[in-house]
């Protein structure tokens, strides 16, 4: 079996985000996944160190329990890498495959009554400047991200207080940088596949490989939101912060960011900004009518645990299976329509239901994490990393079993 064979294999059972996708029916989740692999990297050993460098909590895949005992801790991909291999897969831009009209938000809806008394929605889209309203469509997703519009205009429509965004305290900046040039400086980067380094003024580093020579790195510090860039770029901002006259860097961290000065301004593609959190919305649902939201746009989550677009796609699969079953069993049209009325409605409002408890789980974890590794006041630091330190593996592991143990349903 070769190498992308044995890991097709492992990801029927991978964690979540794969999981997730393999649960599309008729082969195409096989196809999905097998897309993704081929531009990924499993993921190896990894996990949090010290401010000097030393290990805290290491996931061994030959190890881990996180529910049934598997060696397979899912894989890393780009976010590029990851949307080519999903809009392939969708058929983006293909005759008879998803088309998508770029540059274009959708500003405000309206839920209408249609033919036989289904409800539908009217958009209204704003498309390089201008506005025209789409009317009678059948379903609207708002997977809009954290600062959705979709989820205001669904907060105008109810009357609902909006969930207020929880800003977390850190400023970060991210980026990614050769592998193999980090190797040549420091040959201890390739002994974990990923990594973060809990630094000692509430800061922290970290990397985590990608497919082909990519090294994604990410760093974090405490700043108010609104801090403006210090030193005139995020470059020399982040050099202030973590270049060698702080002292704090362990070695491994200290070649991404040797690499990075040594790239100067071509380095200078690097992502700066808050992070933000938010909970689902209040009320009984997430949207209203034919109207629902996906991913970041109803749970943003912090990402210290790496899941925010794994529950986003998890979402994206439990609504395809909720609709699905929906519309199979009652068509949307002709004699049939007047029976289905308010199928779809309460198929969105069962998907809402069913993830709710699921993603509020996943915020509360990812900021528990969040906050642990900002941590500043001595006493809390040495009792953190002391605890992690001490406690075996299957310890740690067992707090994350509910996540990885997640069954999809399956999309037929
Ligand atoms: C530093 C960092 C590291 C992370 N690491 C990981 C990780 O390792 N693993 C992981 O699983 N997750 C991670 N995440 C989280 C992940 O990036 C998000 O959860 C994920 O991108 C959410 O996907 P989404 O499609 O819901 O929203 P987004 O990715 O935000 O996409 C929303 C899209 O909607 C578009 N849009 C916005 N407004 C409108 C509008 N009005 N009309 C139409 N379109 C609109 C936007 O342009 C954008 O393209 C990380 C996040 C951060 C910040």
Redesign the pocket.
Known sequence: MSALDSSLADAKHAPN?LAALSALADGSGDTVVAAISAVARPLGSGGFQSATGEDLYIAEPARVTFGARTSDLGV?VS?TALMGALSTAAGVGAPGGVEVVWQ????HFEVVQGEEGVLKVDVQ?ETAGVTQMVRGVDVLV?????????RSAVDEVTGRVPTPRTYGGLM?W?GSVSYSAVEARCADIGRLSWAQAWLPRGASLGY?RLGGDDLAW?ASAPRPADAPVEGGSPLAEFLAEFGPDRGTTPPVYAAVVAELASRGEAADCI?R?P?YSRGVPSGPGWGVGPVTL?????H??F?S?????????E?AVELAACLAAAWRSQPLVGAAAAASRGTVPAALRAFEAARAPRVTRMGVESARVYHLSALTAAPGIWLRDTAYSMLPQWVVDRQFSWLFSYKATVVA
Request: hydrophobic fraction near 50%; charge should be neutral; include cysteine.
């Open positions: 985000g890393s976010r274009s938000a959708v500003r889209l708002g997977a809009d991200g954290l600062w959705s519009g979709v970060w991210r985590i990410f992502y900004g992070i996906v991913g970041d746009a109803a943003a989550i990402p645990m790496g899941q925010g677009a794994c529950v986003g796609i979402d």
